[in-house]
Structure formats: structure tokens, C-alpha cells
T-cell receptor
Framework: NAGVTQTPKFRVLKTGQSMTLLCAQD?????MYWYRQDPGMGLRLIHY???????AKGEVPDGYNVSRLKKQNFLLGLESAAPSQTSVYFC????????????FGQGTRLTVV | KNEVEQSPQNLTAQEGEFITINCSYS?????LHWLQQHPGGGIVSLFM???GKKKHGRLIATINIQEKHSSLHITASHPRDSAVYIC??????????FGTGTSLTVIP
């Protein structure tokens, strides 16, 4: 998965705490995505971005905010963490054009207690 | 709503067996991806298909656009193939839809 880096890889939060997950890609990709992965469910889209300075809501955006101030970085924020946000979070990116592959990060395992 | 359905959900095979994982989808797509996820690991893209067939080593992926169906085949399976295989489709609006995955265990 060279090219998409997520930090941190693991984190434990207390309910009500805040944190930011960072996704960085060095492939000059336009599209970036944040997903959460929960047992028995496919990856679900939280927010996405089609370019620097733009963001949009996905399927499960509540409780999360995002920013894309620089093209290479897509930040996912939890303002007040809840146990329901315990999940594995994946970032993905892809370039414009129908023929471009998607690249995924290694995931961030977040536990909210 | 399940735009992408995979089968089987779980699969156990003996080393050396030929394995098939199926994926059906209901949306119009630009491309279909087969992804691999090892336990506790990240997600790796194995194939991206928009038509026909692709082969990488022991892995073969096919897609039938008219039938909205794709298959992932593993020939001469090996324990290191044990992983979750995820089918994902990208619609014409650049959104991805994911199957719930097929958990494959290959026994030596």
C-alpha cells in the first residue's frame, strides 16, 4: 500500500474526547475517501473529497468532520467520541479518470471506551 | 440495501484446491475491484476490472457486465492466501460500494 499512509494505526479514546485521523497520499490523487469497517458489514463511506478544498458527506457522516486543506492530506475528525465510533477506519485515494485504481491505507483501529 | 453481494461468506479449502468467490452487483459501474485484507491488516487491491478477464499469478478475475457478476478464482491455493476477499464496485459517480467480504481459510 505504498502511497497512502494513515496515522495513527491504533488509538484508544475515552467517551467525549476528540481526535483527528490523518490520511496522506503522495500520488497526486484528486479523490480521497474515509470509510469505517465494522464486523459483518461492508466498508461504509463517511466522507469523501473530489479535490483540494472540497468535501462531501457519505453514507454515515454523523459525528465526523473532515478537511482537505492540502491535496495530499485528508483529515477525519471526531469532536466528541462515542462508543459507537469504535471501528477500523480506512482511507483510500484514486486519481481522476476511469482507469485509475484505488489505493487504501493500512487502517486505524479506534476503540472508544 | 446491498448493492454488492458476495458468496460464500466463509470458505475453507485444502491447500492446492481451486477456489471461486462470486460477486453480484446491482448498480451501473465504471469498474469492479477485488480487494484482499489479511487479519488485522490493511486492504490491498488485487484487480480492477471493467470487462473481460485479468490474471496475476495464481489469481484470475472475470467480469460479465451484462449479468452484473464477477468471480475471483485462486488456482493451487496456499495457506498464505488465507484472508478476507472483498468485492467493490465503483459507480459512474465515482462512489464505491463494498461487499461484506469472503473469509478464506486454506488449510495445509
Amino acid at each position: 500500500n505504498a502511497g497512502v499512509t494513515q496515522t495513527p494505526k491504533f488509538r484508544v479514546l475515552k467517551t467525549g474526547q476528540s481526535m483527528t485521523l490523518l490520511c496522506a497520499q503522495d500520488m497526486n490523487h484528486e479523490y480521497m475517501y474515509w470509510y469505517r469497517q465494522d464486523p459483518g458489514m461492508g466498508l461504509r463511506l463517511i466522507h469523501y473529497s473530489v479535490g483540494e478544498g472540497t468535501t462531501a458527506k457519505g453514507e454515515v457522516p454523523d459525528g465526523y468532520n473532515v478537511s482537505r486543506l492540502k491535496k495530499q492530506n485528508f483529515l477525519l475528525g471526531l469532536e466528541s467520541a462515542a462508543p459507537s465510533q469504535t471501528s477500523v477506519y480506512f482511507c483510500a485515494s484514486r486519481g481522476q479518470g476511469q482507469g485509475n485504481e484505488a489505493f487504501f491505507g493500512q487502517g486505524t483501529r479506534l476503540t472508544v471506551v | 440495501k446491498n448493492e454488492v453481494e458476495q458468496s460464500p461468506q466463509n470458505l475453507t479449502a485444502q491447500e492446492g484446491e481451486f477456489i471461486t468467490i462470486n460477486c453480484s452487483y446491482s448498480v451501473g459501474i465504471s469498474a469492479l475491484h477485488w480487494l484482499q485484507q489479511h487479519p488485522g491488516g490493511g486492504i490491498v487491491s488485487l484487480f480492477m476490472l471493467s470487462s473481460g478477464k485479468k490474471k496475476h499469478g495464481r489469481l484470475i478475475a472475470t467480469i460479465n457486465i451484462q449479468e452484473k457478476h464477477s468471480s475471483l478464482h485462486i488456482t493451487a491455493s496456499h495457506p498464505r492466501d488465507s484472508a478476507v476477499y472483498i468485492c467493490a464496485v465503483r459507480d459512474t459517480g465515482n462512489q464505491f460500494y463494498f461487499g461484506t467480504g469472503t473469509s478464506l481459510t486454506v488449510i495445509p
